[in-house]
C-alpha cells in the first residue's frame, strides 16, 4: 500500500541517458508520481530536482516510496538491496544484477522485507508487443506455433561509450534479456530447453553475434538473432509470430515509406503507405494485411509508463507486480544460460 495515500514518492539513482530519456519523460506524466530526489556520482545541475551526493542523505532526508536504479549494471545490487532494507519499493533497470547468486540475494531481501522489486522489461508494455500477445489464442490468430526476433544493429563508438563498450559480455546482457523475456511473455510458459551460440574471433571480442533457439511445451519454439556484425540495413528489433490461423509482424522503429509492387501469386498491384514513426505491429493473412498497433516516438520511455502504472495498481491493491523479481530471475537466468553454453 502507498506510505502516505498521497503522490507516490520516487527517487532515481544513477542520471544518466535511461533517468533523462526514459525515467524522467515517463513519470512527468504520471501525475501521481513525484520524484523528490536524484542520486549520482557526478552532479546534475540541469536537472530540475534535488540532488544527492550521498545515496544514504537521500533515503533519510526524502523517505521515498519508491526508489529507481538506472546505473551501470554491477552497481545494481548494491543500491537496491540498500534500498529494499530501508523500506522501499524498487524499479531496477536490466540486467537484474551480476550473477544469479546476486539475483536471488535481492530476492530473499525483497521477501524479507516485503518490499517489492520489479525490472523494468518494459517491452512487455509496448503497444506492438502487448496487442499480439493478447491476440494469441482467439479465432483470429488461433495457437502459437513460432516466433522469430531479429535485430540487424552495428556498433559505434556512439553506442559503445560509458559502460556498454566496457563488456565482454555485451549483446545478450544488454539486449537479450528483452528478447528472452519476451519469448517467454508470448508463449506464456517456461522453456523445455534452450540452445545458444555467441560465437567471436578472440576471448577479448564481445558477443556481437547471438543465435538461440527456444524451445518451449507443445512442439513451440523461439529463434532469436541479434546481430551487430552487420553492415547492412539496421533494424532495431523485428518480430514475427505464427499462429494456426494468422500471421503477426512487428517492428520497432519507424518513419514513412510509401511502398509499390505486385501481390505474389496473384500478381496484383499494390500501394502502401505507412506513418508509424515510432514502430507497428500487422497481422497478416497471406499478403493482405492489417495494422494492429502502433507506436508513439518514444516508445520506451512509453512502455516504461505502462509498466510503472500497472506496478503502482498492484501496490495498491496488494498484488504481486508484472515483472516482479521472481519473475525476471526466470529470464535472466536464460540469459546466463546463454552464456555458458557458448563458454563465457
Not at 137 to 159: A, D, H, I, P
Not at 239 to 265: F, H, M, P, Q
Amino acid at each position: 500500500m502507498r506510505f502516505d495515500k498521497g503522490r507516490w514518492k520516487f527517487a532515481l539513482v544513477g542520471l544518466g541517458a535511461a533517468a533523462r530519456s526514459i525515467h524522467l519523460p515517463a513519470y512527468s506524466k504520471e501525475p501521481s508520481i513525484e520524484v523528490v530526489g536524484g542520486h549520482d556520482l557526478h552532479p546534475a545541475d540541469d536537472l530540475r530536482l534535488p540532488f544527492f551526493g550521498d545515496f544514504q542523505q537521500m533515503l533519510e532526508q526524502q523517505n521515498p516510496d519508491v526508489v529507481v536504479v538506472a546505473t551501470p549494471p554491477e552497481s545494481h545490487f548494491h543500491y537496491a538491496r540498500t534500498a529494499l532494507l530501508s523500506g522501499c519499493h524498487v524499479i531496477c533497470e536490466k540486467p537484474l544484477a551480476s550473477s544469479l547468486e546476486e539475483a536471488e540475494s535481492l530476492a530473499d531481501v525483497a521477501k524479507s522485507s516485503g518490499r517489492h522489486l520489479v525490472v523494468n522489461n518494459q517491452y512487455r508494455f509496448m503497444k506492438i508487443h502487448s496487442v499480439p500477445q493478447s491476440l494469441i489464442g482467439t479465432e483470429s490468430f488461433g495457437s502459437l506455433r513460432y516466433v522469430k526476433l531479429l535485430q540487424t544493429f552495428r556498433c559505434n563508438e556512439e553506442t559503445e561509450k560509458g559502460w556498454r563498450g566496457r563488456q565482454t559480455r555485451r549483446t545478450c546482457l544488454e539486449f537479450g534479456t528483452h528478447a528472452i523475456d519476451l519469448c517467454r511473455f508470448f508463449f506464456g510458459s517456461e522453456p523445455e530447453r534452450m540452445t545458444a551460440s555467441l560465437p567471436r574471433i578472440s576471448d577479448s571480442e564481445p558477443d556481437l553475434l547471438n543465435l538461440i533457439q527456444i524451445d518451449f511445451p507443445g512442439a513451440r519454439t523461439a529463434f532469436i538473432e541479434l546481430n551487430r556484425l552487420t553492415r547492412g540495413p539496421q533494424r532495431y528489433l523485428e518480430a514475427r509470430l505464427d499462429g494456426s490461423e494468422s500471421c503477426i509482424e512487428t517492428r520497432l522503429g519507424g518513419g514513412v515509406s510509401l511502398t509499390l509492387g505486385l501481390r505474389g501469386g496473384t500478381r496484383r498491384p499494390y500501394c502502401d503507405l505507412d506513418a508509424s514513426m515510432g514502430g507497428w505491429a500487422r497481422l497478416y493473412r497471406g499478403e493482405e494485411h492489417e495494422t494492429i498497433a502502433r507506436e508513439s516516438l518514444n516508445p520506451f520511455s512509453d512502455a516504461t509508463l505502462n509498466l510503472v502504472r500497472a506496478f503502482l495498481r498492484a501496490l495498491d491493491a496488494g498484488t504481486v507486480p508484472p515483472c516482479d523479481i521472481t519473475d525476471n530471475i526466470k529470464t535472466f537466468s536464460l540469459m546466463l544460460k546463454a552464456y555458458e553454453q557458448a563458454g563465457y
